[in-house]
Nanobody, 115 residues
Framework: QVQLVESGGGLVQAGGSLRLSCAASGTISRIDTMGWYQQGSGNQRDVVASISRYGITNYADSVKGRFTISRDYAKNAVYLQMNSLKPEDTAVYYC?????????WGQGTLVTVSS
């Protein structure tokens, strides 16, 4: 079993910054891709950013140039630096990790951006 715990969400004004953190624990031999998803007012979760085991990153078009995903392989952690935040970034952000072909999810952390 793998557990993911996010932190770093909160309330910020438009144009501000937040840094989300996610730490994985449990029975982990190797984590492949880690990433962040957002879930707004609807039920759909959309990918925000991902980073592979080799450090290859991908971003949703809506966050390119504003968000940066990074990873600490020794700590089994992933981070999301969010700059120039917009009200439309308001969502619950979920951390994910793929371990041996299985996807694990954190409990989510709420980010609220006020205008």
């Amino acid at each position: 079993q793998v557990q993911l715990v996010e932190s770093g969400g909160g309330l910020v004004q438009a144009g501000g910054s937040l840094r989300l953190s996610c730490a994985a624990s449990g029975t982990i031999s190797r984590i492949d891709t880690m990433g962040w998803y957002q879930q707004g007012s609807g039920n759909q979760r959309d990918v925000v950013a991902s980073i592979s085991r080799y450090g290859i990153t991908n971003y949703a078009d809506s966050v390119k140039g504003r968000f940066t995903i990074s990873r600490d392989y020794a700590k089994n952690a992933v981070y999301l630096q969010m700059n120039s935040l917009k009200p439309e970034d308001t969502a619950v952000y979920y951390c994910t990790a793929r371990v041996r072909g299985l996807d694990y999810w954190g409990q989510g952390t709420l980010v609220t951006v006020s205008s």
